[in-house]
């Protein structure tokens, strides 16, 4: 992940990102990825990530000031997933991902966390 990280794909790159980024017309070759074709969306999926899900943006939404002078900052952004990809090995049944085998990596806060041992299972687990 933080080899993606510090590079774009805009060149020239933009003044903001200037002093920390830097240009590659391919990341996926710089960073050691594979890149696979889509199914549904234009945009390649990669090929090492276990679970890859393809979606189409249905909207925007601005997070944060109110005052229309005064740039929000960030954005939320509403999607549809129209395609899900998951290794064999991580399904457990036909509909389900097995959440004992599935590592997914978890950002919070600038830092980068995995899972770690099953505390419990919600009442409606089926799984």
């Not at 920390?20 to 890149?35: I, Q």
């Not at 549904?40 to 890859?52: D, F, L």
């Not at 997070?63 to 991580?90: N, T």
Request: with cysteine; hydrophobic share 40%; charged share 25%.
């Amino acid at each position: 992940m933080e080899k993606l990280a510090p590079l774009t794909g805009n060149n020239p790159i933009p003044k903001h990102k200037a002093e920390k980024f830097r240009y590659e017309p391919d990341k996926f070759a710089a960073v050691g990825l594979t890149a696979l074709k889509s199914d549904v969306v234009q945009v390649p999926r990669i090929g090492e990530c276990p679970i890859q899900l393809e979606a189409v943006v249905r909207n925007f939404f601005e997070i944060g000031s109110q005052d229309e002078r005064v740039a929000a900052g960030a954005m939320a952004i509403e999607v549809q997933v129209v395609r899900v990809h998951v290794a064999k090995e991580l399904i457990l049944s036909e509909h389900y991902i097995d959440p004992s085998r599935w590592r997914p990596l978890i950002y919070n806060f600038r830092h980068h966390y995995g899972l770690g041992e099953s505390l419990d299972k919600t009442f409606r687990a089926e799984v």
